[in-house]
């Protein structure tokens, strides 16, 4: 790396560990402006479920590609990439500071590795996979993929249909592992000078603030959210509606499960998402890891240093 990349500074860690708060305290200190990368906050009316940044909170510090799309839009890891690298650039000739933050570790990584190049996608592919998911179920499919790609599929959930599809069809079209694809092409150098910071948070406190940040959002009128998204047209099959939160008050309202049982839901999945959140973030030695609110003095200086250099 040299100093004529865009620096960045990347503050990573589970959800409700207290990434956004740590930026914004940074971004104030540095005069700096945040740039999202959460797969949920880039759409429009998605805003108690994702914990997006406040008004206020986007006042006082400038957020980018948050409500950036409607709901129905499609939205993916490589658009990310396209849309932050126009921020990144802007900001680096406006000679501003860029922090980077959010929950989804795939878009960071892919911002900071590279995407793979040049396999397309095949509707036709696409289609012929979702008729054997809806006639076997995604489970199927996971196992199929571990059979092609069992390095793949270390690394995607077993209920991740979006990315177990992607990972057949690049082997379908191809006749190569994603995995290997990734091994050769996918992290080449970065165009960036960046500097990760990573979050460590006791797993029980972790646990005790995501129940409380599921009690918080239904105080705040979650429920209410999401009955304003049905009421403008959008249904509840479509890409953000599918997401921790918002998919089991839509099975509330649907009458499906009780509201107990959507919120013991919330609760139970968003503590399994935080764990693999961590595990992905515990195999990646650029973290530098800092413990709140002790090391919060900590992670300023740093930050102080890597942008002056």
Known sequence: MNGEKPKLLVILGPTASGKSALAMDVAHELKAQILSADSLQVYRHFDIGTAKPSPGDQESVTHHLLDIIDPAQE????????????????????????IVAGGTYLYVKILLSGLINGIPSDMDIRADIKKENLALGTEHLYSKLKSVDPHAAEKIHSNDYVRIERALEVYYLSGQKM??????????????????????????????????????????????????????????????????????????????ISLEQAVELIKRDTKRFAKRQMTWLRNDSEIRWVKLPED????????????SF
């Open 296 to 307: 919060k003095k900590k992670v300023i200086s740093l930050a102080h240093e890597h942008f």
């Open 75 to 98: 939205f993916n890891a490589g658009t990310f990439r396209e849309s932050a690298e126009r921020v990144i650039e802007d900001l680096y000739e406006k000679g501003e500071n860029t």
């Open 179 to 256: 995995s290997e694809l990734q091994r050769r092409h996918g992290f080449s150098e970065s165009s960036y000078d960046y500097m990760k910071i990573g979050i460590v948070i006791d797993r029980e406190e972790l646990r005790e603030k995501i129940d409380k940040r599921v009690d918080d959002m239904l105080e705040r009128g979650f429920i209410d959210e999401v009955r304003r998204i049905r009421d403008m047209g959008y249904s509840s099959e479509i890409k953000p509606m599918q997401s921790i939160g918002y998919k089991q008050i839509n099975q509330y309202l649907d009458g499906a």
